[in-house]
């Protein structure tokens, strides 16, 4: 699988948190559930690195995130 060459930030309509898995189960919820409603908040932002080409469900996975 190919991945942009930039970080985006994180859009829930975009990018496909869901298969999201880093081997970490505390990241691994904090972005399938928590990091859109913190970004909204203003608490943090979540930016990731996202694949080039969409699944199926046209949502873009994510390669690797940074948090800012």
């Known amino acids: 699988m190919s991945y942009s060459k930039t970080f985006k930030e994180l859009d ?3 990018h ?3 298969s999201f898995d880093c081997g970490e189960k505390e ?6 559930t ?3 409603k913190h970004m909204q908040a203003g608490i943090s932002r979540t ?4 694949a ?8 873009y ?3 690797s995130l940074r948090q800012v």
């Open 27 to 32: 990241l691994n919820d904090f972005i399938q």
């Open 61 to 63: 996975p994510i390669c």
């Open 52 to 59: 080039s080409v969409p699944l199926p469900n046209q949502k």
């Open 12 to 14: 829930k309509s975009q």
């Open 47 to 50: 930016m990731v690195l996202p």
């Open 34 to 36: 928590q990091a859109a």
């Open 16 to 18: 496909d948190r869901v």
